[in-house]
């Protein structure tokens, strides 16, 4: 406990640090040209057949209170996405009643480790949970922004068909399903939130709106490398690579699509100091979504892991009041 406060406290004094010199992102006037798109024109992008598909379900390992399965189905876009089959986890609750389940989102890249934390959280505190990997990278200089609106829409497509599988399994209560997503798990948490009505909460993490502009501005690695690597191939200046991303994604923006959202199902929680998702950026999208119940942590994006216990903790609290259950003190 005392290196946790010690820890604590070099944060709050790093992030008073960087408040009073002013150091962090600096301020990019980008404009979009033509007229924003519409909340319905946005919705019909998600649009999808409910037609029956396969489902592979196989057991991977027994630990105490739940099993994990790895799960399996076909992508509904076959033809526009190199990824043909889903590839998701189930983490089942040792428990003969119904109960509440958890779809857990991953983030951009590298592994999967911290979705694995948070399911694997979510499955001791006896919550079914349903952990997607992946379909595909999302930022490619080779492909272009036609494969990243792709990709945007087939995950989010992909993960409501996860779920038209997940909430006919009889020890499922669709009734209290949860969302929850890190970073870019949190876009598309957020996304996949405002265009289906069956989700009852969600916990999201680190992310934000303008879609377009977080391609331009973020300081993560991958997106630095990828847009380096457009600009160099296209000549493009930050004003011609903003054009060219907000065509490809403003329609299916998550703060374009945020004020669908009912903002009494959702935490959100956001760093202060975050460069990979800036504060302006997340700001934009929680006004958009009628402004939900917001933790501010006083760390950038990767240091908002010393805070990880007390986001686990107000998690789990959060989706059992949402679905009714006694929260533990």
């Known amino acids: 406990m005392k290196a946790i406060r010690i820890a604590i406290v070099l944060l709050l004094f790093g992030s008073f640090w960087a408040l009073s010199s002013g150091c962090g992102m600096p301020r990019v006037e980008l404009k979009p040209e033509g007229q924003p798109p ?25 630990r105490p209170g739940y099993e994990i399965f790895r799960v399996t189905f076909p ?6 996405l190199d990824a043909k089959e889903v590839v998701a986890w ?49 930022f490619e200089p080779d492909t272009g922004l036609p494969k990243t609106r792709t990709v945007l829409i087939g995950t989010v497509v992909d993960m409501q068909r996860g779920l038209d599988w997940w909430e006919t399994l009889p020890e499922i209560d ?78 299916l923006d998550p703060a374009v699509l945020a004020p669908r959202l009912d903002p009494k199902k959702i935490l959100f929680v956001s760093p202060r100091f975050d460069q990979v998702v800036p504060w302006e950026l997340s700001s934009l999208w929680w ?34 009041r949402q679905f009714g259950y006694p929260v533990q003190q």
């Open 90 to 138: 189930y983490y089942r609750v040792k428990d003969p009643h119904r109960r509440a389940g958890i779809i857990q989102v991953p983030i951009l890249g590298g592994d999967y480790s911290e979705s694995i934390w948070f399911a694997e959280f979510y499955a001791r505190e006896g919550f079914h949970v349903l952990r997607f990997e992946r379909k595909a990278e999302l």
């Open 38 to 62: 519409t909340l319905e024109q946005a919705l019909k992008n998600f649009a999808y057949e409910k037609k029956p598909f396969d489902v592979q379900m196989q057991f991977m390992e027994d």
């Open 174 to 251: 669709a009734k209290r399903i949860g969302v929850s997503g890190i970073s870019m798990g949190g876009f598309f948490s957020s996304m996949l939130l405002a265009v289906d009505d069956r989700p009852a909460a969600a916990v999201l993490m680190l992310n934000g709106g303008n879609l377009a502009k977080l391609i331009v501005i973020s300081q993560e690695e991958e997106v630095v490398l990828v847009r380096n690597a457009y600009k160099k191939r296209t000549g493009w200046d930050d004003q011609a690579f903003y054009r060219e991303a907000y065509k490809a994604t403003a329609d």
């Open 287 to 320: 006004n958009a979504a009628h402004q939900p119940r917001r933790i501010v942590i006083p760390t950038g994006h990767y240091s908002s892991v010393f805070f990880i216990f007390y986001i686990q903790k107000q998690a789990v609290e959060h989706f059992r």
């Open 75 to 80: 992508s509904y876009f076959q033809d526009q």
